[in-house]
């Protein structure tokens, strides 16, 4: 791998994991020492941040990790409510019902996982749930779409992470959304995402403002 390829792909879970919080700056020579890369190969990582989103550069040479605030939040799920509803939608025509099953099971099961394994082996059942409705979406524009999305979507869903009693019910609504995309229930598959992402929505911005709240109070 490419130097360039390994500074991005650390700097992005840094990002994505909140080990790198919104406005922390990216100070190149703290950051090439820090990873063993020269100048070069980390400018063209946090370009390619930069065109993802997830790096600022618009406040002069030295560029921050992008902020996460209410309004950006709010704009991503409505651009995601549109691509996912219509993507269950599909996925219920379309997909390998077997497959929405086990799923199904596995999403159920998802509260002894959480206590087992904690919230990151939750989201790597999610991860699999979103492949798994690629792959019956057959569709790899839409696929483009719905990545462009799920990066940032990434990143806003740690802030519900604290919140164990969200997670347990966020798995219950995947389930639901298997169930129905497996029966073949375009409708209440379309229903059963608009709900989760609406109680997902409420969730990571009542956090946020606690947070911001909290830190005003400090």
């Known amino acids: 791998m490419r130097a360039s390829d390994q500074a991005y792909a650390r700097l992005r879970e840094e990002i994505l994991h909140w080990q790198l919080l919104p406005g922390t700056p990216l100070s190149e020579i703290e950051l090439a020492e820090r990873l063993g890369v020269s100048r070069t190969p980390l400018r063209a990582a946090l370009a390619r941040l930069a065109l993802e989103g997830l790096v600022d550069t618009s406040r002069g040479r030295t560029g921050v990790v992008s902020e996460v605030s ?107 959304i298997c169930t129905a995309i497996r029966d073949g229930d375009a409708a209440l598959a ?8 609406k109680a997902s929505l409420t969730t990571i911005l009542d956090t946020l403002s606690t947070r911001v709240t909290q830190k005003g109070t400090a």
């Not at 379309?190 to 992402?197: D, I």
Request: a negative charge; glycine letters at 4%.
């Open 70 to 176: 209410a309004a950006s939040i709010t704009d991503l799920f409505e651009v995601r409510e549109a691509l996912e509803t219509q993507a269950a939608r599909l996925a219920a025509r379309r997909c390998d019902p077997p497959v929405f099953d086990a799923l199904a099971a596995r999403f159920a099961a998802a509260p002894d996982l959480l206590q087992r394994e904690g919230a990151d082996a939750y989201y790597a059942l999610v991860a699999e749930f979103d492949d798994a409705l690629d792959a019956a979406l057959g569709n790899p524009v839409y696929r483009g779409a719905l990545d462009g999305v799920r990066l940032h979507l990434a990143r806003a869903r740690r802030i519900a992470t604290a919140n164990p009693e969200r997670l347990v019910r966020s798995a219950e609504e995947h389930r639901l």
């Open 190 to 197: 379309a229903s059963a995402t608009t709900v989760h992402l």
